[in-house]
């Protein structure tokens, strides 16, 4: 049973960088293409970026164009994203997620990390 | 950017009761739509893919319809399991893919 399992909470201060790790486990990461979608505080899901198959690369939301950074390590089964110039308002629960194979929805989940911006 | 509008935002329902849930797509994503059900604390659930395919392992009283820019999430007899906040995502367009506001589901 594949499972994703994501790094712990994180407290971090505003303009400081944070790294999420999401491990693959029951397969190997190269089987999945991985994205991540965050959830403010009682507000609702947004999505961040991921790998696009039709574009062969990965695709960022243009929100969070030159802040992120999605990389994977495929020796280690990991995914991460970091999220640079952090503010308040980036406090949220991180998720990453694997697209099913026919596109688009979102089949697993990692369980999430709590990122938490605070001077 | 397609903008996805669900209502209602807040359902109040009883065990046993049919619940419709819609949502709205601010241009046609033919049937790219999927459903989530998320519980507090928890990470989101696909029930619904394709608008109206069943995720393997739902419950069948979950169903899905719909296309081009309208879309429903139905609940055919309402357990006490499926009080959650739903939400739809199209997947039509990857720049960039989006979600509804929410539905939460409430004991009436």
């Known amino acids: 049973q594949v499972q994703l399992l994501q790094s712990g909470a994180e407290v971090k201060k505003p303009g400081a960088s944070v790294k999420v790790s999401c491990k693959v486990s029951g397969n190997t990461l190269t089987e999945f293409s991985i994205h991540w979608v965050r959830q403010a505080p009682g507000e609702w899901l947004e999505w961040m970026g991921g790998f696009a198959p039709e574009d062969g690369d990965i695709v960022y939301a243009q929100r969070f164009q030159g802040r992120v950074n999605m990389t994977e390590d495929t020796s280690a089964d990991t995914a991460y994203m970091e999220l640079s110039s952090l503010r308040s308002e980036d406090t949220a629960i991180y998720y990453c997620a694997t697209e099913r194979f026919d596109g688009g929805a979102f089949d697993i989940w990692g369980q999430g990390t709590m990122v938490t911006v605070s001077s | 950017d397609i903008q996805m509008t669900q209502s209602p935002s807040t359902l109040s329902a009883s065990v046993g009761d049919r619940v419709t849930i819609t949502c709205r797509a601010s241009q046609s994503i033919k049937s790219w739509l999927a459903w989530y059900q998320q519980k507090p604390g928890k990470a989101p659930k696909l029930l619904i893919y394709k608008a109206s395919s069943l995720e393997s392992g739902v419950p069948s009283r979950f169903s899905g319809s719909g296309s081009g820019t309208e879309f429903t999430l139905t609940i055919s007899s309402l357990q006490p399991d499926d009080f959650a906040t739903y939400y739809c995502?199209?997947?039509?367009?990857?720049?960039?893919?989006?979600f509804g506001g929410g539905t939460k589901v409430e004991i009436k």
């Open positions: 995502q199209q997947y039509e367009s990857f720049y960039p893919l989006t």
